[in-house]
């Protein structure tokens, strides 16, 4: 079921509820898939669409969880000197294994999200370096990644097997 942002809802339930929709939309155009599918590399940089799966679940759990002081699932993935090590599905890494984790990933963001005011500060992970950010600008920034990663997950489904459609008008 699609779900729809409240026409009259309050600021973090509306941007949630954005967030789940385009989140929604990626694991749709993951639907239907075998391993050899969901790991093929339709991009000259090797981008996959378990790849993007598995970098969305990264910044799932930095964005609401590290920056937050959560406890969350450790990020196996980064390597030292590599910027894009999230993106990349190591031979011996399963999909559906990168599935459990990113459901593992949007479950522990979204008890954080369910668990803190709008206005509550962290120390942002990664590039940011301990900028502090609200909980808002969080949503707001996983929002805006979310949606671009959807819009590519589009373009990499249909380049592996023609798959078009749109999730959100269902």
């Known amino acids: 079921m699609v779900k729809h942002v409240p026409f009259t809802g309050g600021e973090k339930e509306s941007l949630h509820t954005a967030l789940d929709r385009h989140r929604d939309a990626v694991l749709w155009k993951l639907e239907g898939l075998d391993d050899d599918q969901l790991r093929r590399p339709v991009t000259p940089s090797g981008t996959s669409l ?4 598995k970098h ?16 969350c699932d450790p990020l ?17 890494e399963r999909a559906k294994d990168i599935m459990d984790f990113y459901a593992r990933a949007r479950a522990a963001a979204d008890e954080a999200i369910e668990s803190l005011d709008i206005d509550a500060t962290g120390t942002a992970f990664a590039f940011f370096d301990g900028t502090t950010v609200s909980l808002r600008w969080a949503l707001i ?24 459609g749109d999730h959100n008008w269902g």
């Open 50 to 53: 378990i790849g993007l799966l």
């Open 56 to 71: 969305l679940a990264g910044a799932e759990l930095g964005w609401f969880c590290l920056t937050f002081g959560r406890e």
């Open 76 to 92: 196996p993935f980064e390597v030292e000197g590599d910027e894009a090590s999230d993106w990349h599905v190591a031979a011996d």
């Open 141 to 164: 920034h996983m929002l805006e990644e979310v949606a671009r990663h959807a819009g590519h997950a589009d373009i990499l489904r249909e380049s592996v097997d023609g798959f078009t």
